[in-house]
Each structure stands twice: as C-alpha cells, then as structure tokens.
C-alpha cells in the first residue's frame, strides 16, 4: 500500500505541472489568433495618387527613381490601386530629403571595398475622403555597394519605397 501512495504521490506531482504547461501553451495559441497582416486602412481607401517627388538633395535623378520605386513598392506591396490625383482616395506627396555615401568595408591597408548608400523620403499621404492628413512622416534606408554605385542607389530606393508602403498601410 505504502508503494501504490508514493507513485500516486509522484504521478500527481508530475501532472499538475504538465497540465498546466499544456493550459499555458493553449492560452497563447488562442491570443495569438487575432494577429492579421490585412492592410489597417479604412475599407473606403482603395484608390492612391502617387505624385512626382521633389529632389531635394544635390544627387540628380532622385526624384524620378523613388517616384518609380514608390509606384512599384505600391503595386507589389498594396491592394491599392494607382490612379489620377482626380480619382484618388489618397494623395501621396513629398521629397526626397536626404542622400549620403560613406565607405562601409575597409581593407587592412584601408582600401574601401564597399560603400554605404543612405536615402531619406519626407512624405504626406492625405486622405482625399475626409480631406485631413492620413499619414506623415521620414522614412530612410540605405544599401551597400562595391563597384556598382547606381545599383546601389537603386537598392536603397526601393528599401525605403517598400518601408514607406508598409508604414502607410499599418499607419504606424
């Protein structure tokens, strides 16, 4: 009797925690079903107006590669549909505001094997329903290169286009 009380005595021990591992785990996975990566715009916003930026930095060309990665991080990334300011839901606008290029990789004899491009868009996204600021905010990224500097412009371009889309879509 005394055997059959000590392994009912380690049996309960052992299941109390179990159970309540198991309890926990399932509590997580149901909180853990509310999570959705559904754009977090109103339903009404279908429709986006993507402006020509402005350059506002001495790197010439700027302008017209984000405006074209935008278009293209918008198309990709989006459920909107890019259309004429005058059929718009939203307005997108801005510049870009910051180009920069530093050595990144060095050699030991200090030879710069690669470079580091760093771009900044100001931006405003105006929601044309309700007439009032959406979104508005600085978005950067940058990338690296070793020879191919225009390659690497285009990189950082389109990185900060696909952060610009996602922060508008998630209004964060």
Avoid at 13 to 39: D, E, H, N, Q
Avoid at 53 to 59: M, S
Avoid at 103 to 111: M, V
Wanted: charged share 25%; glycine share 4%; proline share 2%.
């Amino acid at each position: 009797m005394y055997r059959r009380t000590m392994c009912s005595m380690i049996t309960s021990a052992v299941k109390r925690p179990v159970i309540s591992l198991c309890l926990a785990i399932v509590i997580l996975l149901i909180s853990c079903c509310g999570y959705s990566t559904r754009s977090l715009m109103p339903e009404y916003m279908q429709k986006i107006y993507i402006a020509i930026l402005e350059n506002r930095t001495l790197k010439p060309g700027l302008d017209e590669l984000a405006t074209n990665a935008i278009i293209e991080a918008f198309r990709s990334g989006s459920n909107l549909r890019i259309v004429d300011e005058s059929s718009a839901d939203l307005a997108l606008e801005g510049s870009v505001s910051g180009f920069s290029k530093a050595p990144h990789t060095y050699t030991s004899d200090q030879t710069i094997l690669q470079y580091k491009i760093t771009i900044k868009y100001s931006m405003r996204c105006i929601d044309k329903v309700r007439n009032e600021v959406f979104w508005e905010g600085d978005v950067s990224d940058w990338a690296l290169y070793d020879t191919d500097e225009d390659q690497g412009i285009r990189e950082a371009a389109k990185k900060v286009a696909e952060r610009l889309v996602t922060s508008i879509l998630t209004n964060w």
